[in-house]
């Protein structure tokens, strides 16, 4: 018998974020704009509250690509918005064409290139 008052998981789970109603206060978007010859699992992906990038398989969004470091960037969010921080990898990570230097706070439609793929950003 099945009780009543087992809670079923969220039917929305984030990536990098954990079930509390404090985490639900902004969400973002990463829309996949062009993945060249690159296979992702996804065309978007919800952001949460830390979210990793890179060729290794533990990262919330994985880019195999050869041009991609295993640990290779991140997106944080805070109150201000989200960060992007590129990881001090190897090929860079741009944002709107021009090598990411520091982290920053993204805004609504910049462009994130990681390799051959090309992230839209919406949030």
């Not at 018998?1 to 929305?12: F, G, I």
């Not at 290794?56 to 991609?68: G, K, L, P």
Request: aromatic share 8%.
């Amino acid at each position: 018998m099945v009780s009543k008052d087992l809670k079923m998981p969220s039917q929305h789970a984030l990536l990098g974020q954990k079930d509390n109603s404090a985490s639900h206060y902004y969400q973002g978007k990463l829309v996949v704009v062009d993945s060249g010859p690159i296979k992702l699992t996804q065309t978007s992906y919800v952001l949460g509250e830390i979210i990793s990038i890179g060729r290794n398989e533990h990262n919330d969004i994985i880019v195999d690509d050869a041009f991609v470091s295993y640990e290779h960037a991140s997106i944080n969010r805070n109150k201000q918005g989200f960060w992007l921080t590129d990881l001090n990898s190897t090929n860079k990570t741009y944002l709107n064409n021009q090598p990411l230097i520091e982290g920053i706070l993204l805004k609504n439609g910049d462009l994130i290139k990681i390799g051959a793929v090309t992230f839209s950003f919406e949030g």
